[in-house]
């Protein structure tokens, strides 16, 4: 007779799983040992060792002012990257597709990884003259559109780790390379809700960007339009080009279980 596949599992991983799914469920964002033990059933010391375990792969951290847990960082990427693997691209595509149709200038998807922008997917624009896309290429953070859209979400933690503590790389004469002048220009990103490369990154190319969330109403990704900055004016930008591209990360955003707040 064969057996169920319910039959090998390990009873140390299914607790580790069920105390994972209590942070889910939680009204508060840390839980104490205690609470865990009251609401999984198991011995206080039995609690403890998972945590231990958890903590020491990061899926779980200590707060070391209240003694309480919360989710570690682990527990965030491991989210992010089902939802690459899985949904995101596939999601995007169709999305991107349309933006294309529409405005007839290059669309690409990103994400933020190891400190740099990296290009996912790319629908390309039907112009004799286009930016040449790449799939995979790397990217300053600094000086892109999808760069700054995604660091105006950043944390002030986060941006140390992500900007270096040097003078920024300037790739252009246009390159903002003072982090205090980086910082003032990302509110105003958040404000306007896309951000720009006015030829920063590369001469003779301007993009506008704008970040995707998913349905923790954390940034994933973001989409860009690239263009010739003949073709790219601030005039269509502003007309055209940023309000197509807002609808598309919109309806991305949307499929991935996005809600807006309330006001």
């Known amino acids: ?76 990427e491991l989210g992010q990257t089902f939802i690459q693997q899985s949904g995101l691209v596939q999601t995007a595509r169709p999305v991107l597709e349309s933006l294309v149709g529409k405005t007839n200038e290059t669309a690409y998807l990103a994400i933020l990884r190891d400190s740099q922008m990296v290009y996912l997917d790319v629908v390309e624009s039907s112009q004799v003259i286009r930016v040449v896309p790449r799939v995979g290429l790397r990217l300053p953070v600094h000086c892109t559109a999808v760069g700054k859209a995604l660091l105006t979400y950043c944390t002030e933690e986060e941006m140390k780790r992500i900007l270096p503590v040097a003078s920024l790389t300037a790739y252009t004469p246009r390159t903002v390379i003072d982090r205090t002048a980086l910082v003032e220009h990302l509110n105003k990103v958040r404000s306007d809700g896309y951000a720009t490369d006015n030829e920063e990154y590369e001469e003779g190319v301007k993009c506008v960007a704008v970040p995707i969330f998913d349905y923790t109403r954390h940034p994933v990704g973001a989409i860009t339009l690239s263009g010739p900055s003949s073709r790219m004016t601030d005039e269509r930008i502003l007309r055209e080009l940023a309000p197509a591209a807002l609808e598309a990360a919109r309806q991305i955003s949307h499929r991935l279980g996005y809600e807006k707040p309330a006001a």
């Open 1 to 76: 007779m064969k057996r169920q596949k319910s039959d090998y599992t390990i009873q140390a991983v299914s607790h580790a799983l069920d105390l994972l799914e209590e942070f889910k469920a939680a009204d508060s964002d840390e839980l104490g040992v205690t609470e865990l033990a009251k609401r999984l059933k198991l011995h206080k010391n039995n609690v403890f060792r998972l945590l231990a375990t958890l903590e020491h792969h990061g899926y779980i951290e200590q707060n070391p002012v209240s003694g309480n847990y919360r989710l570690g960082i682990r527990a965030l």
